[in-house]
């Protein structure tokens, strides 16, 4: 509190009380507009993706997600818009988008806690500019397919899309991990997708950990009105970026662990990754094995071959120049060539985990 900030400084609460709302003002203005700069141009947005592309995403430009912060000081008349499903205190909810390097990219203003992931993200300028083709739809990045005569080409696709939980709307270009499948392909993806996604609730994480001291983001903010909620979130988010930026981990990831690697043999057991543990990150094992709790099979006469059964492709491929949109897909279609294009590289060996640990 303030009172005990003026036993520590010998300076007079009242002169920290009015420090604060200066700095959050001057923070969620000036230094969130210097600090979060949502990537707009191709050029911006590369530096963001190469982490996505190397983990067999390409044309991801980073992971969303919604958050609550709990304000004890809501104006009476917001009181019941701010009483959300997720909390029985007041809650101001925000729409975050985060590179791999948990870099923040953009936030929406707060809305009332009531406010699920669907209303936030139709509020949310830079993935509806995303959808809307408004920004970024320059971009573009291959994908591996099959033809019907089983040859391997490369797809050319154009626009950008960005990783989300299955809370979100069936947008092309917000792409959720499948919930119900037993195709092995389906199910490597779907956890594959649920790993790399992990960067927004880790940024979360980083974000109430940093400023937990100051009782703002970790427990609850005390600050009056819903206003001064969202002063306090953007200036935490300016500051975060900064901070990423002087610890000098904000720059690509170049280095990578590989899936397949030279220095261990042997085949996995169903979730026993002894032995492998220190060479090859658990997310990494539990995809290299087709077994899965989902798939257990109790009938005694094995699985089908929906579920098992490894194909090598070829190393040599062609390239057609077939130019499709992102946004003029639905998610069914796009999300069906996301999974073929990551099960071939995944077979080839091209699928690293990014790492700033060489």
């Known amino acids: 509190t303030f009172d005990d900030i003026e036993e520590s400084t010998a300076i007079d609460h009242d002169v920290h009380h009015v420090f604060l709302h200066r700095f959050i003002e001057f923070g969620s203005t000036v230094l969130f507009e210097k600090h ?3 990537p707009v141009r191709i050029d911006e947005a590369r530096s963001n993706m190469h982490e996505y592309a190397v983990a067999g995403f390409p044309g991801c430009v980073g992971s969303t997600d919604c958050t609550h912060i709990v304000t004890e000081r809501c104006e009476f008349n917001l009181k ?12 101001r909810t925000f729409n975050l988008t985060c590179n791999h390097r948990r870099r923040i990219l953009h936030t929406t203003d707060g809305g009332p806690g009531r406010w699920n992931d669907q209303t936030m993200v139709r509020l949310d300028n830079f993935i509806m500019g995303i959808r809307e083709s408004t920004i970024l739809r320059d971009n573009t990045f291959e994908l591996l397919s099959r033809d019907s005569d089983g040859n391997i080409r490369k797809i050319m696709h154009s626009g950008v899309y960005v990783l989300v939980d299955n809370g979100y709307l069936d947008w092309s270009c917000t792409v959720p991990p499948m919930t119900m ?3 092995i392909s389906k199910i490597r993806w779907s956890k594959w997708v649920e790993s790399m996604r992990k960067d927004v609730e880790c940024t979360f994480g980083i974000l109430k950990g940093r400023f937990r001291m100051i009782r703002i983001l970790k427990t609850r903010i005390r600050l009056l009105g819903v206003m001064k909620v969202d002063d306090v979130w953007k200036t935490c988010c300016a500051l975060h970026n900064w901070l990423l930026d002087i610890d000098g981990i904000s720059a690509v990831w170049e280095n990578g662990v590989r899936v397949w690697g030279s220095d261990w043999t042997g085949p996995l057991g169903d979730l026993d990754f002894e032995g492998v543990r220190d060479e090859i990150p658990n997310a990494i094992a539990r995809l290299s094995t087709n077994l899965d709790p989902r798939n257990y ?5 094995g699985p089908g071959e929906d579920v098992t059964g490894d194909e090598t492709i070829p190393l040599e491929y062609s390239r057609h120049v077939v130019r499709s949109s992102v946004s003029n897909l639905t998610l069914t279609e796009f999300r069906s060539k996301l999974i073929e294009h990551f099960d071939l590289s995944f077979h080839s060996n091209d699928i690293v985990w990014p790492s700033r640990r060489s």
């Not at 019941?80 to 809650?91: A, F, R, V």
């Open 36 to 38: 979060v700069v949502a």
């Open 297 to 301: 099979d109790l009938s005694g006469v």
């Open 80 to 91: 019941n818009n701010h009483l959300g499903p997720k909390s029985s205190h007041t809650t």
């Open 181 to 183: 499948t037993n195709k």
